[in-house]
């Protein structure tokens, strides 16, 4: 028998449960019925979730403005992934959302970078990535430019309860 799923059921809430809701529901419309079945004696984990850039897909598909996606879930832009003690104790390394320098056809740019830096160049991959730059310098800035090297990619870290309610909402 190959009959049609009707209804899925969601089990736990949270930030996954809601956001699995929430997309099913905008994607699939009134084609099946959703149900989220969470606890209130289990409550949600309110830890602070850090994400990265394609968050911004999931809140566009849901028609999430993201003013109000900001206010209401206490977020922060966030450019990179800081790692703490990452080769040594006291040295940091960052996962930048960006891609440093601009690449040609055929060769990244990273290609020019080690060839400048066989010439006698001792500058650092990083000096030609926007996001560390601006990591650095403490500034942001939502940029629109007709080329993509000045586009800063970037993603949120807020408050995991929040967001959930307000997916509920």
């Known amino acids: 028998m190959n009959a049609p799923i009707r209804k899925l059921v969601i089990v736990g809430g949270g930030t996954a449960g809601w956001m699995s809701a929430a997309l099913l529901k905008r994607i699939l419309g009134d084609r099946l019925d959703i149900e989220l079945v969470e606890s209130k004696d289990i409550g949600t984990v309110g830890v602070g979730e850090a994400t990265i850039p394609p968050i911004q897909h999931v809140n566009n598909v849901l028609g999430i403005d993201e003013a109000e996606f900001l206010r209401e879930t206490k977020s922060t832009i966030k450019l990179a992934i800081r790692f703490e003690g990452w080769r040594a104790i006291g040295e940091k390394y960052y996962h930048t959302f960006g891609a440093p320098g601009r690449s040609?056809?055929?060769c990244p740019f990273y290609h020019f970078w080690?060839?400048?830096?066989?010439?006698g160049n001792e500058s650092s991959l990083l000096d030609y990535d926007l996001n560390y730059l601006c990591?650095?310098?403490?500034?942001?800035?939502?940029l629109k430019a007709d080329d993509p090297v000045w586009e800063l990619q970037y993603a949120y870290h807020f408050d995991a309860s929040l967001y959930g309610q307000y997916l509920r909402r």
């Open 104 to 106: 040609q056809a055929f």
């Open 114 to 119: 080690v060839r400048a830096r066989q010439s």
């Open 135 to 142: 990591v650095e310098a403490d500034k942001f800035a939502r």
